[in-house]
């Protein structure tokens, strides 16, 4: 039992380390409601296994304090989807057809992604298809989040994106995400704001109702 507890925490801990990004320990504690000395432990195990690492930041007042963040190995515990093999296909796939063809293959992708999510959003209302994207695209890994803005539009933070690489090297691919957007939630506007492949901490979108 007690084995289990530890590795939930250390779980969470990566978590919201992949989220807030960089966190104290004295953070860590009020969040997760355990004494700092218990997350000093659960800590000290995730930088043995090279998972997080800590910057000394100096305060105004007081001694400097640790702040932590994820490693490049805390990083790619999150889903990625096989990333590098993906990019040699599609390489590959370049050199014999064309950037045309690559163009198809991801048009391709979002038809199919548009018929899965078409089955879960329905005929559901503006706000609820909303919602319900953003636990669909949390069903695939992307870490997502819904704000909401005293106008009434939204935003939508994905702090995980599983193709980060492949976007990166095939922008067409964030194009084609914002599209399945707008297709699926036909009454939205859709302005993507910060972008994971760009080296932003998440993909933003605001979304709002057309007049």
Do not use: W
């Not at 063809?101 to 879960?120: D, G, I, S, T």
Request: aromatic share 6%; glycine share 4%; proline share 3%.
């Amino acid at each position: 039992m007690m084995r289990k507890k530890t590795s939930s925490t250390k779980e969470q801990i990566l978590n919201m380390l992949k989220v807030q990004k960089r966190l104290t320990v004295g953070e860590m504690a009020e969040q997760l409601r355990i004494t700092e000395m218990a997350v000093r432990r659960h800590l000290s195990a995730l930088e043995r296994e090279e998972l997080i690492e800590s910057t000394l930041v100096r305060q105004p007042m007081g001694r400097p304090t640790n702040v932590y963040q994820l490693s490049a190995k805390g990083h790619q515990r999150f889903p990625r989807h096989y990333q590098q093999t993906m990019l040699d296909f599609l390489a590959d796939l370049e050199k014999m057809g064309g950037t045309q063809m690559v163009a198809e293959l991801f048009q391709n992708r979002q038809e199919r992604m548009k018929k899965l999510y078409e089955q879960q959003l329905g005929n559901k209302s503006f706000d609820e298809k909303i919602k319900e994207l953003v636990a669909v695209q949390n069903e695939h890994g992307y870490m997502s989040e819904l704000l909401q803005h005293d106008d009434g539009s939204f935003e939508l933070v994905e702090h995980n994106c599983p193709i980060t690489e492949v976007a990166r090297a095939y922008p067409i691919a964030c194009e084609c995400e914002r599209q399945l957007f707008e297709t699926l939630i036909h009454e939205a506007d859709i302005v993507p704001k910060t972008c994971l492949a760009d080296g932003d901490d998440a993909c933003r979108y605001h979304i709002k109702r057309k007049k």
